[in-house]
């Protein structure tokens, strides 16, 4: 076992590897033994698992191997990482270096382990004592990594990433990167939507990225997928898309799945990532992600492009979803795909960097959320068009979900209060539903009021602000009751109607 890369499901023996490693022409010789301990961030923990994808882990561990040689000029280096479970103060990894001085067998020890720690996809679970568990990153060895100087004209740096100019927006700051390395999202498709959409969530710090793709990079996909390069078509695009995304940000865990998503593997698909981000140009796949995610409760952002055309929708738990607004749905063949119908590669471009920051308002409770409305670009003319969606009644995949429009009655949807004041109080954004005339002959005083006339609100493309509930009012009641009956039935909630509206206020004042 001389300059290689392995996974063991037996404990490690660092005996053995340290003698496969000796050289007469060496005088240096190095090790790194990582052990599994019994806490982490204050949590007392009783195993760990380790997972691995061991196919691509197995080739960028010993990609990994060469590079230390290469930079190093050490004569031999191996690394040997568990499998399964493990028992604490079992042995987890092993990295040992043999040179011909100990300081390159030093540096080439460092740079192995943590290079392995940022860039292959091995996968840690930890169980607690408290019968918790949970899959963590590993990262704090390599974040804080200093310069490495080899020689005298050899250099390597392993910077930590910088989130500053995002978390320098006031509706970021620190607690939303958090939310970002918290969260974790499924990139299915990794082609011209794709490529955009993961390389923007990665550089934003998202916790975990999935791709998911069967394809090999073809030298006709680069004019929009620019993150490959021509040297590597025949590779799989889920391998090149780790390895680039690892060299943009090694904190990021990528995780790889190449295979083709379809209705029988979609469920397992989605069900460990908290949004998915849908960059195919496959109807059929599509439809089993938008049915998956509708039984999984899972946001979706779904793209296409034809030509110079592109469409864009965000799919929420509880709204409209694609067979909402296409119950006949096209079937893969009758529209031509982008090797069929051609294609410039800003379109994709475009649309998948609109997927990305629907994403990122998603994660971070953004304004200005995409909802219940699909999006039609014309890039040649720069047009853009709103459809309102709604969801409907005869949808299937609602009732197989049992997702169905939440049934309520009247006086469950009114509330009272004694002011505005005690509604905001309460938690409630407040939103003033009259027309703009009636607002400026009567003010609503007392609290924060958000206005948009009833008629925007249900008929113009207009949103509601991200609020944890709502609370609709008018002059007496029963608009407020009315559009609080009508976004209940979209899926909508939780939105109430103030009783009485403003009139009733008044008499209390």
Same mark, same amino acid.
């Given at each position: 076992m001389v300059n290689t890369f392995q996974f063991s499901p037996e404990p490690i023996d660092p005996s053995t590897l340290r003698g496969a490693l000796a050289d007469p022409a060496c005088g240096g010789y190095a090790s790194f033994e990582g052990w599994v301990r019994d806490c982490n961030d204050g949590r007392a923990v009783q195993r760990l698992e380790y997972e691995a994808f061991e196919a691509l882990a197995v080739k960028e561990g010993e990609r990994?191997?060469? &590079?230390?040689?290469e930079r190093f000029g050490i004569a031999r280096a191996a690394c040997v990482h568990r499998l399964g479970t493990l028992r604490i103060g079992e042995m987890a990894v092993w990295v040992g270096a043999s040179a011909p001085h100990r300081h390159e067998a030093f540096l080439a020890c460092r740079y192995i382990i943590d290079a392995v720690k940022h860039r292959v996809p091995v996968w840690k679970k930890e169980h607690y004592r408290d019968g918790d568990s949970d899959w963590v990153n590993c990262e704090r060895c390599a974040t804080g990594a200093p310069e490495i100087h080899a020689g005298a004209h050899a250099h390597v740096a392993l910077p930590v990433p910088d989130y500053s100019r995002q978390s320098a927006l006031r509706e970021v700051g620190a607690?939303?990167?958090?939310?970002?390395?918290?969260?974790?999202a499924l990139i299915v498709g990794c082609g011209g939507l794709g490529v955009p959409a993961m390389s923007y969530l990665a550089g934003a710090g998202i916790g975990r990225l999935g791709v998911v793709d069967a394809?090999?990079? &073809?030298?006709?996909?680069?004019? @929009?997928?620019? =993150?490959?390069?021509? %040297?590597?078509?025949? @590779?799989?695009?889920?391998? =090149?898309?780790?390895? %680039?995304l690892r060299a943009l940000n090694p904190a990021v865990d990528v995780r790889t799945y190449p295979v083709r998503l379809d209705a029988d593997n979609a469920a397992e698909m989605v069900a460990d990532y908290d949004i998915i981000i849908?960059?195919?140009?496959?109807?059929?796949t599509k439809l089993a992600l938008n049915d998956a995610c509708l039984r999984a409760g899972k946001p979706a952002v779904f793209a296409s492009v034809y030509q110079y055309e592109g469409q864009l929708q965000v799919v929420r738990p509880g709204g409209p979803c694609l067979r909402c607004l296409w119950p006949e749905a096209v079937r893969d063949g009758l529209?031509?795909?982008? !090797?069929?119908?051609?294609?410039?590669?800003?379109?994709p471009g475009t649309l998948g960097t609109l997927q990305a920051l629907e994403a990122l308002k998603l994660l971070l409770d953004l304004p200005g959320q995409l909802a219940e409305t699909l999006l039609i670009f014309d890039l040649l003319t720069l047009n853009i068009s709103r459809i309102r969606t709604r969801r409907s009644a005869q949808c299937p995949q609602h009732a197989l979900a049992g997702d169905r429009a939440p049934s309520v009655t009247p006086e469950? =949807?009114?509330?009272?209060? &004694?002011?505005?004041?005690?509604? +905001? &109080?309460?938690?409630? =954004?407040?939103?003033?539903? @009259?027309?703009?005339?009636?607002?400026?002959?009567?003010?609503?005083?007392?609290?924060?009021?958000? +206005?948009?006339p009833l008629t925007e609100l249900l008929y113009g493309g207009t949103d509601l602000p991200p609020a944890s509930k709502y609370l609709l009012v008018c002059a007496a009641g029963a608009r407020s009751l009315a559009a609080a009956q009508e976004l209940r039935a979209r899926g909508r909630a939780p939105i109430f +109607?103030?009783?009485?509206?403003?009139? !009733?206020l008044d008499s209390r004042a």
């Amino acid at each position: 076992m001389v300059n290689t890369f392995q996974f063991s499901p037996e404990p490690i023996d660092p005996s053995t590897l340290r003698g496969a490693l000796a050289d007469p022409a060496c005088g240096g010789y190095a090790s790194f033994e990582g052990w599994v301990r019994d806490c982490n961030d204050g949590r007392a923990v009783q195993r760990l698992e380790y997972e691995a994808f061991e196919a691509l882990a197995v080739k960028e561990g010993e990609r990994i191997i060469a &590079e230390a040689i290469e930079r190093f000029g050490i004569a031999r280096a191996a690394c040997v990482h568990r499998l399964g479970t493990l028992r604490i103060g079992e042995m987890a990894v092993w990295v040992g270096a043999s040179a011909p001085h100990r300081h390159e067998a030093f540096l080439a020890c460092r740079y192995i382990i943590d290079a392995v720690k940022h860039r292959v996809p091995v996968w840690k679970k930890e169980h607690y004592r408290d019968g918790d568990s949970d899959w963590v990153n590993c990262e704090r060895c390599a974040t804080g990594a200093p310069e490495i100087h080899a020689g005298a004209h050899a250099h390597v740096a392993l910077p930590v990433p910088d989130y500053s100019r995002q978390s320098a927006l006031r509706e970021v700051g620190a607690s939303g990167q958090a939310r970002l390395g918290a969260a974790r999202a499924l990139i299915v498709g990794c082609g011209g939507l794709g490529v955009p959409a993961m390389s923007y969530l990665a550089g934003a710090g998202i916790g975990r990225l999935g791709v998911v793709d069967a394809d090999v990079l &073809e030298a006709s996909n680069l004019h @929009r997928q620019p =993150l490959y390069a021509l %040297r590597d078509c025949g @590779r799989p695009k889920v391998e =090149l898309a780790a390895e %680039r995304l690892r060299a943009l940000n090694p904190a990021v865990d990528v995780r790889t799945y190449p295979v083709r998503l379809d209705a029988d593997n979609a469920a397992e698909m989605v069900a460990d990532y908290d949004i998915i981000i849908e960059c195919t140009d496959n109807i059929a796949t599509k439809l089993a992600l938008n049915d998956a995610c509708l039984r999984a409760g899972k946001p979706a952002v779904f793209a296409s492009v034809y030509q110079y055309e592109g469409q864009l929708q965000v799919v929420r738990p509880g709204g409209p979803c694609l067979r909402c607004l296409w119950p006949e749905a096209v079937r893969d063949g009758l529209v031509g795909n982008c !090797a069929e119908a051609g294609v410039l590669g800003p379109v994709p471009g475009t649309l998948g960097t609109l997927q990305a920051l629907e994403a990122l308002k998603l994660l971070l409770d953004l304004p200005g959320q995409l909802a219940e409305t699909l999006l039609i670009f014309d890039l040649l003319t720069l047009n853009i068009s709103r459809i309102r969606t709604r969801r409907s009644a005869q949808c299937p995949q609602h009732a197989l979900a049992g997702d169905r429009a939440p049934s309520v009655t009247p006086e469950s =949807l009114e509330v009272e209060f &004694e002011s505005l004041h005690a509604a +905001s &109080e309460a938690g409630y =954004l407040i939103v003033d539903i @009259r027309e703009r005339p009636e607002q400026a002959l009567r003010p609503a005083v007392g609290a924060p009021v958000h +206005s948009l006339p009833l008629t925007e609100l249900l008929y113009g493309g207009t949103d509601l602000p991200p609020a944890s509930k709502y609370l609709l009012v008018c002059a007496a009641g029963a608009r407020s009751l009315a559009a609080a009956q009508e976004l209940r039935a979209r899926g909508r909630a939780p939105i109430f +109607s103030l009783r009485g509206g403003l009139a !009733a206020l008044d008499s209390r004042a």
